[in-house]
């Protein structure tokens, strides 16, 4: 029966190799660990469960990474992903030698004189789990970087339940802010920032309000990709009781998720949560950039994302659904099915068609 | 604000290493290792319903109705995460008692040679302010004035040098990449200028207070103690005669906490030894026993048996076993921080280092635990070009750190404390850029270094758990400037700032009493006199050795610098007993 405890792993074995179920149920019962029932969060487990990579300015496979603190009142970190940069010969601060070339002008140098995209990306966890650093996020950011010749900028955004609604979205913007203004982010003759706006779960929410942002503060945004986004609702929907607890995830966790995310006293209808609910605003006539929605079909919240999809519709926006019926969450973090590689081509020609 | 490069990032560009990021052992899920997580595909299978059984254990265990894993998450420890089957299995057995065994009968994996991760490269720290573009150019400066002095071009780099100055008359020296390039210049116009060997100066004596004032401005140093302590009070679980050997005693800093948590140990306290290593006093003065017993005061008052004996060595490898004193049955634990890299050489000159001789006979003594903390830099490259860079930006973030600390610090105090922790730090950063050969001390190497090392000689690592990992980050809480983190790595902690680790702790054993054990090498000196195994506390007469070591309790005299070995500088301190 929908909504029960009861562990029937059958459905989700079936659905998923061996070690992505491993991964993913992994995720799950340490999650389970980490969320109590009066709303905190045990955030040093989490901190300490978390299995984190180092940054690494030596690339590895064409893919060189590094942090850099951009907003020190917040602590707000980025992880750059970047190809492996052009010595360049012309610049008269660099000696012959490459030893001794400035170490910043290397790493924040134009990866290419063409345009190239830039995709800013939101890693998942629900608002409250995973950071920039976040092995998994990182192996991703890696791919996105070689898939689409792109720098691609991780945000380690402040997560709930210690910072709630809108740090998340507030860290967003500021990373985008950050983005406008480097120079060397910024490509072709025209010299534009190509600027992306991507994630999953939280991320894939946090890209959509953020992208928002944008446009009423004038930047453009080249284009969303949003990879199995977190949205919800007060209802309950038909695909949430079909589904819940069958595919790793409940009904009671996303609730906890966004009482935790939520400002005190809102429910699931906040604009937040909800963008076209009752709450939402009109989108109609605004430069809100071009989407890609990847929706898995055993994602119980599906739903929610499709009303998201269909809210972009009316809103007269251009907005390409990807439905890959039977993926469940979390596909896209192993290279082992053909989830994985036909969404990453989707990804791939979105970034360069757009770019 | 600047980026946080990697000091490798210098020198390699050439070379674009194109190698797959996971170099997991061929057994190894290769996907789950590029996730974090190391478990045998052969083992999947099991691991998958071992989490099958975890869920229903979870959900049973709630007692239906609301569903509450918190004791889960609060009552148990956690281990080494990366180790899948054994997280699940240990999580198993908190829910389950009667459980029919663990996925794998061996606890930990073998080997610390499987390298889950890329070689570790760093995110460093280097500070940019307003002043972006001088700064950009100080360390461009720095870069060619090192790389000069590597190529033995002193007029060049003298003139770097001057520029150098020049512009730091024009930035902010107060703080960020100003402060720290001042520290960088001077320690290269030492290097260049210095007419007799740039030698850490000063005395023991000045250091200890320099270390006391790095101490109290920063977390480092607690951050070791307490990961330590917390390794060496589980060690030492369920034993009644416990012996802590440490490596460098300073202010016995380290030691109140441990014996307050000892008398707090369910079922009562051990009786403690402590074995405090340290320099000796040049003034007549008995540092060493002071500290002891100041110690035993302290234990005398919480009603722990304790005893401190204090070895005067100027150096670790003047150290003999026998000097320890280490008695049969008692658990012992060996306690370096920091100390353990001033005993390694050149990378690339022959012959064994004074590491080799050293850890041999640690192990030897059978320790339940060794717990080791070390500066998480790769400071003991060759090249002097390498050595600066790394040094340049592992320093940035230090201070980095530091200031955050005095910026958010309200006590006068405070201040003070960072201004002379910086002093602290200058001495290391002296030695690194200006010593050559057995000058220089601060030869720090990687984690990943240290346990291929540790494991090479025969320990086998001991995780240090979420205990130990939540009292860190609780710590860190206590410390303004929130840029700290803690994080897990494969059993070991690190602290770093905004990402960037900059001291690693680990843990090790010994203990385990194989046949096969490693025999004592024949070129030790203490296996030609009566092995320690052999005495105990009632009967110790070793007088074919000169010690006058008689241990009935009462106060000994000292021993006079016995002649009988030959490059033996250090000697045996007084017993005091508390209680």
Known sequence: MAGSNEVNANESKMAVPLNTWVLISNFKLAYNMLRRPDGTFNRHLAEFLDRKVQANATPVNGVLSFDQLIDRSTNLLVRIYRPTPIPDTEDPQTSPSPATSSIFSSLISCPSPDPFPVIIFFHGGSFAHSSANTAIYDSLCRRFVTLCNAVVVSVNYRRSPEYRYPCAYDDGFTALKWACAQPWLHSGKDSKLRVFLSGDSSGGNIAHHVAVQAIESGITISGNIL?????????????????????????????WYWKAFLPEGADRDHPASNPFGPNGIDLRGLPYPKSLVVIAGLDLIQDWQLAFVEGLKKADQDVKLVYREQATIGFYLLPNTDHFHEVMEEIKCFVSSNC | MG????????????????????????????????????????????VAQRLERLESAMVYSSGGGHVDYDHLASDAVHYNPSDLASWVDSMLSELTPADPGPVRQAPAPDGWVDQIYPQPQRAVAARMEEEEDSGIRLVHLLMSSAE??????????????????????????????????GYFVDALTRRLYSVSSPAASGSPAEYEILYHHFYEASPYLKFAHFTANQAILEAFDGHDRVHVIDFSLMHGLQWPALIQALALRPGGPPSLRLTGIGPPSPDGRDSLREIGLRLAELARSVRVRFAFRGVAANRLDDVRPWMLQVAPGEAVAVNSVMQLHRLLTDPDSPGPAPIDSVLSWIHGLRPKIVTVVEQEADHNKPGFLDRFTEALFYYSTMFDSLEAGRANGSAAQQQQATAVAEVYLQREIRDIVCCEGPNRAERHELLVRWRARMGQTGFKPVHLGSNAFKQASMLLTLFSGEGYCVEEVDGCLTLGWHSRPLIAASAWRADDLEDNARPVPDNFIFSSISSTSNTNDSNNNNHNNNDIINSNGSMLRRNSNNNSRSSDSSSQQESIHGM
């Open chain 1, 227 to 255: 990879l199995n986004p977190m949205f919800g609702g007060q209802a309950r929907t038909e695909s949430e009781e079909r589904l819940d607890g069958k595919y790793f995830v409940t009904l009671q966790d996303r609730d």
């Open chain 2, 3 to 46: 980026p946080y490069p990697c000091g490798s990032a210098a020198v390699g560009w050439e070379g674009v290493r194109s190698e797959v990021q996971c170099t997991a052992a061929p057994d190894i899920d290769g996907l789950l290792a590029g996730a974090g997580y190391r478990v045998r595909s052969s083992d999947l299978c099991q």
């Open chain 2, 148 to 181: 000069a002095i590597q190529r033995g071009d002193a007029a060049l780099s003298g003139s770097l040098i001057d520029e150098m100055r020049l512009l730091l008359t024009r930035v902010n020296t107060g703080f960020g990449i100003g402060k720290v390039a």
